[in-house]
Structure formats: C-alpha cells, structure tokens
Nanobody
Framework: QVQLVESGGGLVQAGGSLGLSCAASGRTFSTNTMGWFRQAPGKERKFVAAINWRGGTAVADSVKGRFTISRDNAEDTMYLQMNSLKPEDTAVYYC?????????????????WGQGAQVTVSS
C-alpha cells in the first residue's frame, strides 16, 4: 500500500501564488507516476498535472505556464507550485499515484489518492 499526505493550499487573492506538497510513504516504489487532480463543487475530477520518476511531465492546458509540477524522489515527495491563480482554480486538489510509469490524465488510472487540499482563489 501507498499512503499519500497532502499539505499546503489555502486562501489567496487572484494573481497570487500557493504551493502544494504530497508526501508518499509505504510501498513508494509503486509511485512511478504521480499526479495532481482537482475537483470543484458539483463538477467532475479533472487532471491538472503529472510527473513520472524520470521527471517527465504533463500539464493541463488550463494551467500551463502558471503551474509547475516537480518531485523529489529521494524524499518521496511531489510538489505543485501554482502562480497567477484565478478564481476558476478554486477546487479541492488531490494528489495521486500509479505504478505504471506512463502518465495518464484519467483519474481512474490512479490507484492511490491523498485526502485532498482546499485551494480557494478570491476575485
């Protein structure tokens, strides 16, 4: 099993920045690909970004150029730096992990999930 614990997030004004962290524990060799998804109230869970163990990344068009995903394999931790935040970025952000090294934008391909972190951007 893999446990994912998120930290960070919070409340910020539009144009501001926030960071999220996701620490993995347990069978961390099963986290070849890690990703961030977000879910706004009443909406489906959506892909934000993903990163594999080699550092290859995929980023959703809606956040490209504003959000940066990274990971520290030695610390089993993934990060999401969010800049130029917009009110439409408001959501619960979830970190996720999958064994396969191929990155996926589909939430159903990820076996492990964090508890979620609220990000609220005020206008």
């Amino acid at each position: 099993q893999v446990q994912l614990v998120e930290s960070g997030g919070g409340l910020v004004q539009a144009g501001g920045s926030l960071g999220l962290s996701c620490a993995a524990s347990g069978r961390t060799f099963s986290t070849n690909t890690m990703g961030w998804f977000r879910q706004a109230p009443g909406k489906e869970r959506k892909f934000v970004a993903a990163i594999n163990w080699r550092g290859g990344t995929a980023v959703a068009d809606s956040v490209k150029g504003r959000f940066t995903i990274s990971r520290d394999n030695a610390e089993d931790t993934m990060y999401l730096q969010m800049n130029s935040l917009k009110p439409e970025d408001t959501a619960v952000y979830y970190c996720a992990a999958r064994v396969v090294a191929t990155m996926s934008q589909y939430w159903g391909d990820y076996a492990y999930w964090g508890q979620g972190a609220q990000v609220t951007v005020s206008s």
